[in-house]
């Protein structure tokens, strides 16, 4: 593709001209198609303004027939790429093709764990913003080539499933007809927790059923696994409603039973930061840590820290990327498993941490007050989703308004989570979520639809590529960034980049669409700008799949 050789023929320009290996090309925004930092490294070696080392970089590659019709420039410390119209028209027309922005097949294995709540309950909304940021960086890598394998790791050895299978022998409480499996699991965790509270003595028997599934107590071992296996059936379903979708659940008890837990506490003894006294803890003073890094407890039962190594050193042997995404309040924990996992010389994880979503307050509260499902958020967006529709499309047959419904609401949820950077906190609010004005989900669903449209009353058209006009080379220029925003997305892990291209490329085809006429030009300018809206409507499609959300062709 005449992108991606752009794309790499510059990388390689960049080298030879620089002798750096690592010039990671991004988008340029309005200043250019291509931008590269690598005066600012430069800068370190050479003692000199990164200002200066763009410049010179510049005036060497400004005079490389290679680059053709691409303008090469410093804007002060970025060497900016800015591609001509011959480019800009084979651009446009690579982005009519079917998987465009799918980058060259890569070698090196990649493992994206994501969600991976406790299976003690439903997923609940604080859980969804995990789902939505793994699940759109798990598209991306695939999208960029990338051999990936999703995984969700169930916790299937900690108190919380205790207290669950305890729940399930004593409590004698029956599964209601209808009632989904992880929200009937959370009934028998609350009232034991309930029966706990009014009888401490429990507590002993709690623990007993740890020490039996750390020895591999076949019965025990087996309860709970039927208490995870039928709320993971559960979780499942959410996942799929949200689009989201796992390769592989792992089950934590599995590196107790095969003995990898065991073999971590042996090769954590021999380290001279590792303490043995009631407990099994490393000293990780030196790596800026104060607290114990426990991971025995007194009684001998391993605890979810030692299972965790024992996962993350599997998945470094037979994965050569590893990338988790966890709650901002994991950093404490995923900050020492990195620290130890160094230690023990084995393959530390990427971690995108996350701030949590949640709702305004006194929406959508459950009579218990603490959390909200995410079915029952789900649920309720589909039916605000379902009343928009009916509005705007009230002579739809009403199986054909849930069904966009379905999809509005999932664009909805998915969209507003995902177009926030992570390290940022973000509130859900329904209503700005399914504006369809608002620069939402829905509102870009509703370019792809607008352009779908055009293409239909349009007909049979020749092709043509020539652009202009301001409207027509702005839209142009973006749709050719849509592989090098892959690229980004997958080597900063930052998915919101691929939320706000395909927001920007939604505000520039409808200003495209209300400045140029389509349908009423002629000759080759109403070709060129049928070709351009085709190449809208097929990249809106590429990205809007990446994102997760259904590229609706009626709204």
């Known amino acids: 593709m005449m992108y991606q050789e752009k794309y790499r023929q510059i990388e390689r320009m960049l080298r030879a001209c620089t002798g750096e290996e690592d010039v990671l090309l991004t988008t340029g925004g309005d200043h250019a198609d291509l ?111 990338h051999p990936l394998e999703v ?11 205790a207290i669950v299978s305890w729940g399930f022998e004593h409590l004698g409480i029956d599964r209601a007809e209808g009632e989904k499996e992880d929200h009937y699991i959370a009934r028998v965790y609350v009232a034991a927790n309930r029966a706990i509270e009014k009888d401490p003595a429990i507590t002993e028997e709690i623990d007993r059923l740890m020490q039996k599934v ?28 949200l689009n989201a979708h796992h390769d592989r659940f792992v089950w934590e008890s ?5 003995g990898d837990v065991d073999r971590i ?28 890094y426990i991971l025995r407890r007194s009684d001998g039962t391993s605890v979810y820290s030692t299972r965790d190594l024992a996962y993350h050193t599997w998945k470094g042997r037979n994965y050569d990327r590893l990338i988790d995404v966890l709650g901002a309040d994991h950093k404490l924990i ?80 998915r969209y507003d989570i995902v177009k926030v950077s992570p390290e940022k906190s973000t509130v859900f609010n329904w209503k700005e979520a399914l504006d369809f004005e608002r620069q939402s989900g829905p509102y870009i669903q509703y370019a792809h639809a607008r352009a779908c449209s055009i293409l239909e009353k349009a007909g049979e058209f020749e092709r043509a590529y020539h652009y202009e006009t301001d409207h027509e080379v702005a839209l142009a220029r973006h749709l050719a960034r849509f592989p090098a925003v892959i690229e980004q997305t997958v080597e ?64």
């Open 492 to 555: 900063e892990l930052r998915p919101h980049l691929l939320a706000a291209y395909a927001r920007e490329l939604a505000d520039l085809f409808n200003a495209f669409y209300h400045y140029d006429p389509v349908l009423k030009s002629e000759g080759e300018t109403r070709s060129s700008r049928l070709a351009l809206v085709d190449a809208v409507r097929n990249t809106l499609q590429e990205s809007l799949g990446t994102l997760g959300i259904d590229a609706l062709r009626s709204m």
């Open 35 to 145: 931008a590269s930092t690598i005066a600012f490294k430069r800068a370190k070696v050479e003692k000199q303004a990164p200002q200066k080392i763009a410049a010179d970089i510049a005036e060497k590659l400004s005079g490389n027939p290679e680059l053709g019709d691409i303008r090469v420039e410093a804007t002060g410390p970025y060497v900016n790429f800015r591609f001509g119209p011959s480019l800009l028209g084979e651009a446009v027309r690579e982005a009519t093709e079917p998987g465009y922005g799918a980058l060259t097949r890569r070698s090196g294995r990649v493992v994206l764990e994501h969600t991976s709540a406790n299976p003690n309950g439903p997923l609940h909304v604080g859980h969804i913003r995990n789902t939505v940021i793994g699940d759109t960086l798990a598209r991306a890598f695939r999208k960029a080539g």
């Open 151 to 161: 995984q969700y790791y169930l916790n299937d050895m900690g108190r919380q499933i």
């Open 334 to 413: 995923g900050a020492q498993l990195r620290a130890t996992l160094e230690l023990l010389g084995e393959k530390p994880p990427e971690i995108v941490f996350f701030e949590f979503v949640s709702l305004p307050e006194g929406s959508m509260s459950t009579r218990a007050g603490k959390f909200v499902s995410a079915d029952a958020l789900i649920e309720e967006v589909t039916a605000k989703a379902f009343e928009e529709v009916t509005v705007r499309r009230p002579e739809l047959p009403e199986e054909e308004r849930c069904a966009i419904a379905k999809s509005v609401a999932v664009a909805a949820v």
């Open 254 to 258: 599995d590196f107790v039973r095969i």
């Open 214 to 241: 750390e020895r591999g107590d076949a019965q025990t071992v087996k309860k709970f696994r039927t208490a995870v296996s039928l709320c993971a059936e559960g979780i499942r379903a959410t996942l799929a409603a």
């Open 265 to 292: 506490f042996e090769r954590v003894r021999r380290m001279p930061q590792a303490h043995e006294d009631e407990t099994l803890w490393v000293d990780l003073t030196e790596q800026g840590f104060e607290k114990k």
